[in-house]
């Protein structure tokens, strides 16, 4: 259009000058053949000039200058993850954080898988890729190796927060995301027809399981082969899957101690290789009195009160009289790479709004999930709900899963190594090196 517009005041200059020298011309062609060859006689007296008055002034009108009105600014492009269940209830807090914090931003919730897959898209074909991401310690895993977030500038206080959900965001020095909430917690489901009392240590888990044994039922399901519950069994033997130096270290008596204790559970539970989900369908139909699950299978348990009339209990206490604990994955708001200046204060300025007490006791009435600033654990919103409140137990002290190579080599390994132990081809001992042995293999490569 300014192509346009310049084109038109060229030609209208050219065609006033055109007009101009014509009327020029023909003012000359209309005077008198005489007036042009005659000069005029010289006059005898010489003529009196009279002056003509100059106009009056007059004062310039004064401009109106009308005001350019601001554009508003471009809302910050949110992607959330999470489960379909609490997928609406997510949206309503973040646009009600987001408009508390003065933040305009536009959702695209979907689940984990969903929401990977077609960011990867869109950066491979070079599109801009979310200013921010709402995510478990997976999606940060998955999203920083990809180079589509950025560390964050100003860490959260570690004595504020689930020490979990720092160590689930931080390789290295850096910290790569926002705690929000932690999730994954595992808990101690208990069919009430079965078991009156939820037993509080392992020695009464132990005791439990044998006598709900048997006549078609079983006393205990759980993960058998799945690293999340052998974090919680090495718990309870005092030893961890990673060192001081956060390389691996399993080949210990802990570790041993650990498949022991493992070994002596799975006899209470359906005959091998009976796999996580099986076990799960048969605490749902009410076949297993004990259950060690994760928050993720709470939903699916709630429902079934035909078959399943549900307990929920704290993990058992360990040996020494601790609560066990088990790994609790974090949740977290994560700053886009391309994400700067004054996009990325506000950016900053909702995660300070989520993470206030109000928001934070919100999380977890509206999403299920612990809240991750540790002075939240004691609102009501936490400990009226029974599941957040035996989460909260042990909160505390619950290990973190770091965004690192080294970890997941070690849960690998401990995947790959379990299943022939159960079947009785492997001591504790031969399984402890091997899994040692094949972490290390994988953590150095």
Known sequence: MADIVET??????????VVILVLFLLAACGQPEASRLTPSPTPTTAPVATATPLPAPTTAPTATLVPTRTPAPEPLTVWAAGDETHRDALIRLLMDAAAEAGVPIRINAASSDAMIATVRVAQLDGRPSPDVFWGTGDDLAILRTSGLIQPIQH????????PATIAGATDGDQQWGVPIGAQGFLLLFYN???VTTAPGSMDALIATARAQTGGGTYGLVAGWVEARWFALWLDITGGEMLDDTGMPSLDST?????????????????TPPSTYDAGARLF????????????WALESYRHLTGTLDLGIAPLPLASNGRPAAAPLTGVYLMYGAA???ARLAQAEQLAETLTGARWQARIARDLGMLPAITSILVDPAVTTDPALAAAAGYAARAPGIPPTRTIRCAWDAVEIALP?????????????????????????Q
Do not use: K, N, W
Request: with cysteine; net charge positive.
């Open 155 to 162: 860490a959260t206080l570690a004595q504020q927060v689930l």
């Open 339 to 341: 994400l700067d200046g």
């Open 254 to 270: 802990e570790t041993m101690a650990a498949l022991e204790l493992l070994r002596t559970l799975r006899r209470y539970g359906p």
């Open 420 to 444: 022939p132990f159960l079947l009785g081809q492997r001591t504790a001992a031969e399984t402890a090196t091997a899994m040692q042995r094949r972490a290390l293999a994988c953590a150095t």
């Open 192 to 194: 009430r027809q079965l």
């Open 8 to 17: 038109s005041s060229l030609s209208t200059a050219r065609h006033v000058r």
């Open 284 to 295: 749902r139909r009410g076949r297993a009195a004990l259950a060690i699950d994760g928050d």
